[in-house]
């Protein structure tokens, strides 16, 4: 739950820098309009609602919600963007050490929380078909840079599915795929990410 809340802590921040912005708007968006809706958490996520409007859903992803808005990062992620979230689930954020995430939300600790949730954040819009051709370019391997700064690294586990490996070595696997935003995509992951910061 603190790895997530930290990610969209961060991501709001680096939202709101002049350098996020000029990342954003140099992606193409594409058209989700013709996508049908996603579950996540029991929820249908209409491609039509921004990232936040469809999180705030998803009985999956109660604690990244609340860590997002701990963070200060709601607006952030209602913006046009594109960007790619990496969103943990509850049950990622449960496997932190005990007392983590509840550590994470105290406002004395936003910066640290920030960092975190801005680590789950790429500009851009990143669905897996892209991430593949990117792995496959990159001979296996591809790195793409978070809005905190640091990079995430991605890896094919497998034939289809695409594992996420933070700066710590940790990993995640993307458990629910493409998940279309107004303004951006949704990849949900089993593992909370960890900057080396």
């Keep these: 739950m603190i790895r997530r ?25 594409q058209s989700h309009a013709a996508q049908s809706d996603v579950m996540v958490g029991g ?33 952030a992620l ?21 007392g983590t995430v509840d550590t994470l939300v105290k406002p004395e600790n936003k910066a640290m929380l920030t960092t975190i949730l801005t680590y789950h954040v790429v500009p851009g819009d990143y669905s897996t078909t892209k ?25 094919m586990n497998g034939s289809s599915n695409i594992t996420v490996r933070d700066a710590k070595g940790g990993t995640a696997d ?9 303004n951006g995509v949704i990849q949900v992951v089993d593992h909370v990410l960890m900057p080396a910061a």
Excluded: Y
């Design 131 to 155: 991430l593949r051709a990117l792995i496959l370019a990159g001979h296996g391997r591809a790195e793409l840079k978070t809005l905190q700064g640091e990079p995430l690294t991605f890896m």
């Design 78 to 98: 209602s913006g046009k963007g594109p960007f790619t979230v990496f969103a943990p689930t509850n049950e990622a954020f449960s496997d932190l050490p005990a």
């Design 43 to 75: 929820q249908a996520m209409s491609p039509a609602k921004t990232i936040v409007a469809n999180a705030v859903n998803s009985a999956d992803h109660t604690t990244l919600v609340a860590a997002v808005k701990a963070a200060g990062l709601v607006d």
């Design 5 to 29: 809340t930290t990610l969209l802590a961060a991501t709001a921040l680096a939202l709101a820098t002049p350098a996020f912005a000029q990342m954003a708007h140099s992606g193409a968006m």
């Design 174 to 182: 993307i458990t629910i795929s493409d998940v279309n935003q107004s």
